[in-house]
């Protein structure tokens, strides 16, 4: 099983970016998808999950309003659009698959991805 994640990069305050997560070897539509991040100093923390058909999402409150998951299994991808960012938001961004939404957790993810660095400065 592999997760590709992408498309983190430098960004100002109140910039977008759009980050990609690759899927492959494993039967992505069968699989809650979710995302995690972990800031220097700080524990890995959740930030967003997804169904696996994309109907059902949750998001921490930290990034509610702001951060959009979505999926498209026709090309096994999984994504996270942040708007509005800010500094509290840099940090190194991790695709995960779990079978259940509920398993979207640190400790209970089945699958990592490899992380992808967002750095947002003022």
């Known amino acids: 099983v592999q997760l590709q994640a992408s498309g983190g990069g430098q960004v100002q305050a109140g910039g977008s970016l759009r980050l990609s997560c690759a899927a492959s070897?494993?039967?992505?539509?069968?699989?809650?998808m979710g995302w995690f991040r972990q800031a220097p100093g700080k524990e890995r923390e959740f930030v967003a999950h997804?169904?696996?058909?994309?109907?059902?999402?949750r998001y921490a409150e930290s990034v509610k309003g702001r951060f959009t998951i979505s999926r498209d299994n026709a090309k096994n991808t999984l994504y996270l659009q942040m708007d509005s960012l800010n500094y509290e938001d840099t940090a190194i961004y991790y695709c995960a698959a779990a079978p259940h939404p509920d398993s979207i957790t640190v400790i209970r993810t089945k699958y990592w991805g490899q992380g992808t660095q967002v750095t947002v400065s003022s």
């Open positions: 070897g494993l039967p992505f539509s069968s699989y809650a």
């Open positions: 997804i169904s696996w058909s994309g109907t059902s999402v």
